[in-house]
Structures are given as C-alpha cells and as structure tokens.
C-alpha cells in the first residue's frame, strides 16, 4: 500500500502569521488538537505527538500550551469544537483524521491546519493537488484513496480461503466511506457481501446479529474514528461470534483483534511534531515531497 507524505506549500504570509506574535512577544506558542474519540482511547497517537515534540525541544507546559478538544465519537461535536478552537486563537491546528480535518477547515482558512492520516485529501477537497495542497493546510496522509478497503478484503479472503459471505462494517456518515464501499464491492466479485451501518456504538450488538444471521464467515471493518474509539468493543464482540476480521490500525490487534493492513499510524503523529515545529518556527515553506512506498500489518 502507498503512503504519502506531504508538505503545502503553505503561503509565506500564513506561516508568518502562525510563526506568531508569540515569539514576537514572548507568549508561550498556543496549539490546538481536534479529536474525534475520546481522550482515552486516542492516548497512544497523542503520546507519539508528545514525544515528537519534545524531541523537538517542545515540552507542553513549559514553552507550549495545547488546547485539547476531543469528540468522544460524536462526529456532529466537531464543528462546534473547531469554532472554540478557532475563537481561542492558536496558533495552529492538529486534526488527526479525516472529519476532523474537514470540520476545521471549515471553521478557518487562515489558521494552519496539520492533518495526520486522514484519508486521499485530494480525492475530499482538502488540498488542490499532494504536489501544490494550496491553502492553510499541511501534514499527512496515510491512503492514496479508499482502494486500501479492497485490499483488505482481499488479504481477508486469503486468510478464511473458504468463506462465502463477509460481513462489511461501516459508517455512512463518514466522508470518505462510500467511496470505500465501493472498492470493497469491486473486490468481492464472487462473495456475499453484508453491508452493515453502524452510526454509534449502540448499533454494534444489532449488526453483529445480523452477521450471525446471515452466517457470515469474516468481517471487514472500515476505518472510522467512532469504530477506532470502540474498537476494544468490537474486537470483543467479533471474538464472542467466531468472526475473523480485519482492520486498518495495528491498534485494534492491541486490543484483541485478529489482523490490520494499514499504515503505522504512531510514526504519522510523531512526524506531525515536526510540522508543528516547523510553522512555529516560522521557516520559509518547505518544498513539496512524497514518501516512497509503505506498507504494514499486524
């Protein structure tokens, strides 16, 4: 799977601004982060943040404050905290997904905002293109496109050679996941599929049912923030109904589940210090680069 990493070229006058009257003025450089899951559940991303930044020389406390903002799951919370975090006035802005990064781009066209592998920006109107992304935003991205969902399924397949049906877990409200319905269905030529919506965690215990229902074989959970936020939840209840299944962050494999196929999310936020550092510092734009490819699994 390719990973690409980008860097806007971030206009000279907002990096200026985001360099901030805080050096002029001696004021502590003030940073927000927009969370989807809750706090507890995004700890190992935001500790990997913590430690780019103070590899950095950027100790949260002491020459940095961050404004933490967490969703709890509750995509429809976003808008309103990016609106608090804009109103605050930081610095800058750390999304570290995809509806957390269209939430805040909403919210401002002038505060920077650093992405951390949210899905193709390009493909979301988040950037005009990886080699000129345009605007305030820089960072990130940990797909080229929703075609990781049908390698998934594939690599799922081969692990149950046998399995006829497999159930498809995902989210309809999250931008981004018809499009990966859509690879899965491509890829699934000559399996039943079960597409199961799930909008919070209280339909988690109906669509496993219906899974059990159907006699599914394998379960195929899309990446979502609600999902990642539970995912201790759903590797549980895939246990409890014999479902092998596959997921996109090695975290949900720390927490009980059978096999990942995604990108290593902890070296995105650690490499989104870097950013951080780079906008506070106020240097000139960095010009653009991609990664080569990356893949990984757990």
């Not at 050096?23 to 943040?49: C, D, H, M, N, Y």
């Not at 229902?213 to 759903?234: E, N, Q, W």
Request: aromatic content about 6%.
């Amino acid at each position: 799977m390719d990973r690409r990493a980008f860097i806007t070229s971030v206009a000279l006058s907002i990096v200026t601004a985001a360099r901030s009257a805080a050096q002029q003025t001696g004021k502590v450089p003030r940073i927000g982060w927009l969370g989807g899951p809750t706090r507890e559940s995004a700890e190992p991303f935001v500790q990997e943040f913590q430690r780019g930044l103070k590899d950095l020389g950027w100790v949260e406390g002491q020459n940095i404050v961050i404004e933490w903002r967490f969703a709890g799951g509750q995509a429809e919370r976003l808008p309103y905290l990016a609106a608090e975090l804009v109103r605050l006035g930081v610095d800058l802005i750390v999304v570290p997904s995809t509806p957390t990064a269209l939430a805040a781009k909403n919210a401002t066209n002038k505060i920077p905002l650093v992405t951390v592998g949210g899905a193709d920006p390009v493909g979301l109107d988040l950037v005009a293109s990886l080699a000129r992304p345009g605007g305030n935003i820089t960072g990130s991205t940990s797909t080229v496109g929703p075609e990781i969902a049908g390698k998934q399924l594939r690599l799922l397949k081969e692990i149950v050679p046998k399995v006829s049906r497999m159930a498809i877990l995902w989210n309809p409200t999250t931008q981004g996941n018809a499009l990966a319905v859509r690879e899965t269905k491509i890829a699934g030529q000559g399996l039943e599929l079960q597409f199961l919506e799930a909008r919070s965690v209280d339909d988690f215990n109906g669509a496993f049912a219906s899974m059990t229902t159907k006699r599914a074989g394998a379960l195929l959970v899309l990446s979502d923030v609600l999902f990642f936020a539970h995912r201790t939840r759903l590797a549980e209840l895939a246990a409890r109904n014999r479902l092998p299944a596959m997921y996109v962050q090695r975290e949900y494999v720390e927490a009980g589940g059978l096999i990942s196929y995604g990108p290593i999310f902890s070296e995105l936020f650690r490499r989104a210090a870097t950013y951080v550092d780079k906008i506070l510092k106020g240097p000139s734009p960095p010009t653009s680069r991609s990664s080569g490819p990356r893949s990984s699994s757990s």
